[in-house]
């Protein structure tokens, strides 16, 4: 119920815009977990003369491209959520989405960064190649569960993007009405007894008569 009304508040601009991250996030995280089933096994790997060669996996491009969906997802809501930092108001709901909107920016660019590295550094650890580790005599894979986590991180990077997008939204919203005409400020009504009453004429107890 409380997404639905969260929805309901975006405009048609706002529903895209989250639209399009959520995709792109899940897509990531599909590939992800693709490249988790895809990745490069110990028991794969062969030692030719001392060399540890890998052979050819299909987690290179997915997780590649898992890489570049989550950051897709990344610039799309940064660019469009805009800057909240000049923002400057007391009301207490205000605030609250000020102080939202940025919990949540700095949280995505945190899994966002460790799924990015996760996802880059794994694919590059299944490309095809030779690598001579005679100094520590083992050959490196990559260990269960790194796509994995980085598909679930790739997902957490998408949620706390829309709902920073959300938030920005409308901490702007809100500025944006309360410098409208008709607001509490301008439809304040005030007695006489706040200003006290005014005649365009002197009162005659002003002066003495003659």
Excluded at 97 to 125: E, H, K, N, P, Q
Excluded at 149 to 178: H, M
Aim: glycine residues 10%; proline residues 3%.
């Amino acid at each position: 119920m409380a997404v639905k009304n969260w929805v309901s508040r975006l405009d048609s601009k706002g529903k895209i815009v989250c639209s399009l991250v959520v995709a792109l996030s899940v897509f990531s995280a599909i590939l992800g977990f693709s490249a988790e089933g895809e990745r490069v096994r110990p028991d794969e790997v062969r030692r030719v003369n001392g060399a540890c060669t890998y052979p050819k996996s299909s987690a290179l491009g997915l997780g590649i491209s898992a890489a570049l969906f989550l950051l897709a997802a990344q610039v799309l809501v940064n660019v469009f959520g805009g800057c909240i930092c000049c923002e400057r108001r007391s009301s207490s709901s205000f605030v609250s989405m000020i102080r939202l909107a940025t919990l949540s920016l700095i949280a995505s660019w945190i899994t966002f960064f460790f799924a990015f590295i996760l996802l880059v550094v794994g694919a590059s650890l299944n490309q095809r190649h030779q690598d001579d580790h005679w100094f520590t005599g083992q050959c490196f894979v990559v260990k269960r569960g790194v796509f994995a986590g980085a598909a679930v991180l790739s997902l957490a990077t998408g949620a706390l993007g829309v709902l920073y997008y959300f938030a920005a939204s409308e901490t702007r919203k809100q500025d944006w009405q309360s410098h409208q005409p008709g607001g509490v400020t301008m439809g304040q009504s005030y007695g006489a007894h706040q200003f006290g009453s005014y005649s365009p004429y002197p009162q005659s107890s002003q002066f003495p008569s003659i």
